[in-house]
């Protein structure tokens, strides 16, 4: 690559935080099997004028699954595992909700998105940090009601990749964090690469999200332990760049092939997929493949996997054919200034530009995050005023269970009531007759209590699943059982 490409690069990455209010992104690029470029841009924390560099480490959040379905690939070349095999024939305590699924799941569904199961994804953000990934797999996650027939429609799912890296963990004997460390970070020299925040002497990168005034404030990234192999990776772009280069070379690294010819596998469409609400122009989704999404971008095939959480937007891309690609950490909370960015290099490198895509993204974004409040307009718009409780206040305090999601705690103090989910609490507001509005991570949910036959309060159902037409519903436990 010209000199003259990767300035025009550099300029892109700079324009991008610009026109997202960002405070800053590592980029990465490879150019014809060549790291042509890693490096930081903006500031880590503007505020005490620190830079962002090439060698802080980010949550990559949902780019871990890519790693997490190389393990299986890897598995499947040790002999271990088929992935084309119904997942109980290694692990019999594998059930889900729809007894066609738990019988008939293979590998190859879970990652690819295709058991029938929606997100679910308030389970595991409500978790606390010290929640069991076995416990999640093994006892909640067969409570989870499906939304769609087994194979019939792709649907993103976290828990169910935590439940891959179970599988990893019960075939290798080791747990998924360090057959990753053994097995990819230590052979590819990701040398700073970890799985959590808290590991001593590491330099993470500052994160942010949009404060209420609209200025950008620090950020805490969501606890993501026992869902780990979905997105638990902290890395920095200079080891990502490593990674990258590893998927554009069909998993070898060096002389060392660490993939065989499976690795054809983790790159084949599975299944059809719509992961955003609008099309991008110059841009045909082609389908889901194992962590990976393949796309075409005018005329090329794009093979690339995004990543969210609290603070960070991540992105990895890369164009298989041509051996290029790119990652792009941003520390900007429900950004898609990554995408924005990646196309703007990818028309540099095809030399086929014209289109504004900080503009395009921008307009997207807008949309996207008008959603919480165009919600909560037509929820108020279905409210019948001034019907008040059926009961006293004290009537709707205790504790409530569901076998998936566990325990809600309903309290009351100065006449209101509060809920608390697992670890988070949420403000209720009476909305009429037994019904309350809430909100969680942005969004506004309706809770419902239900009276028993006996005229007491037997129940409470929240919309923790937007794309189940029922609420998830906790039944009171008894206070002779709390005792």
């Known amino acids: 690559m010209t000199e003259e490409r990767i300035s025009q690069i550099r300029d892109a990455a700079n324009a991008a935080i610009k026109a997202f209010g960002a405070e800053g992104l590592a980029l990465a690029v490879v150019s014809e099997g060549s790291i042509v470029l ?4 903006g500031f880590s924390d503007k505020a005490a004028n620190e830079p962002m560099t090439e060698n802080l480490l980010f949550p990559i959040a949902s780019t871990s699954k890519a790693f997490t379905a190389a393990c299986a690939v890897m598995l499947s070349e040790d002999g271990k595992l088929n992935l084309d095999k119904p997942v ?14 738990s019988k008939e799941t293979t590998t190859r569904d879970m990652l690819s998105h295709r058991t029938g199961l929606p997100r679910h994804d308030l389970l595991w953000i409500t978790m606390d940090e010290a929640a069991d990934r076995e416990d999640l797999v093994f006892n909640r996650l067969p409570n989870l ?12 799912q976290n828990l169910i990749y935590a439940s891959v890296g179970v599988l990893v963990e019960k075939l290798s004997g080791k747990p998924w964090e360090q057959f990753v460390s053994e097995r990819i970070f230590k052979p590819l020299g990701m040398d700073t690469a970890i799985f959590d925040s808290s590991t001593p002497g590491a330099s993470y990168a500052k994160l942010y999200k949009t404060g209420d005034d609209g200025s950008n404030v620090e950020a805490f990234p969501e606890k993501t332990g026992a869902i780990g192999p979905a997105g638990s990776i902290r890395a920095s772009v200079s080891d990502m760049s490593k990674w990258l280069l590893f998927n554009i070379e069909k998993g070898k690294v060096g002389d060392a092939q660490l993939i065989g010819p499976a690795y054809a596998e983790i790159s084949k469409p599975n299944i059809p997929y719509q992961l955003m609400p609008f099309e991008v122009p110059g841009s045909v989704r082609v389908g889901y493949g194992l962590g990976w999404f393949i796309d075409l971008y005018k005329g090329e095939t794009v093979v690339s996997h995004g990543g969210n959480l609290t603070g960070s937007s991540t992105l990895v891309s890369m164009i298989p054919e041509r051996k290029d690609g790119l990652v792009i950490l941003a520390s900007q909370d429900s950004t898609l200034m990554p995408y924005a960015l990646a196309n703007a290099i990818y028309d540099i490198m095809l030399e086929k530009g014209g289109q504004d895509w900080n503009a395009f993204y921008l307009e997207q974004e807008k949309a996207m995050k008008a959603q ?8 108020l718009a279905t409210q019948v005023k001034d019907k008040p409780l059926t009961h006293d206040v004290e009537a709707y305090v205790g504790e409530y269970e ?4 566990g325990k809600v705690t309903i309290k009351a103090e100065n ?3 509060s809920c608390v989910v697992n670890s988070l609490e949420l403000k209720f507001t009476h909305f009429h007759y037994d019904i309350f509005l809430a909100e969680i991570v942005g969004m506004p949910i309706l809770a419902s209590f239900q009276t028993g036959l006996k005229g007491e309060i037997a129940s409470v159902s929240l919309q923790l699943e937007f794309t189940l037409p029922d609420l998830i519903e906790f039944k009171r436990i008894p206070k002779e059982a709390n005792a």
Not at 402 to 405: E, I, L, Q, T, V
Request: aromatic fraction near 20%.
């Open 145 to 156: 009601k499906p939304s769609q027939p087994f194979r019939y429609l792709w649907q993103y």
């Open 372 to 379: 919480p409040e165009q919600m909560k307009s037509s929820l």
């Open 402 to 405: 569901h076998p998936g999601y």
């Open 88 to 101: 109980n024939t290694y692990m019999p305590q594998f059930k889900l909700f729809d007894p066609i699924a």
């Open 415 to 417: 006449g209101e009531l």
């Open 38 to 41: 890693t490096e930081g841009f």
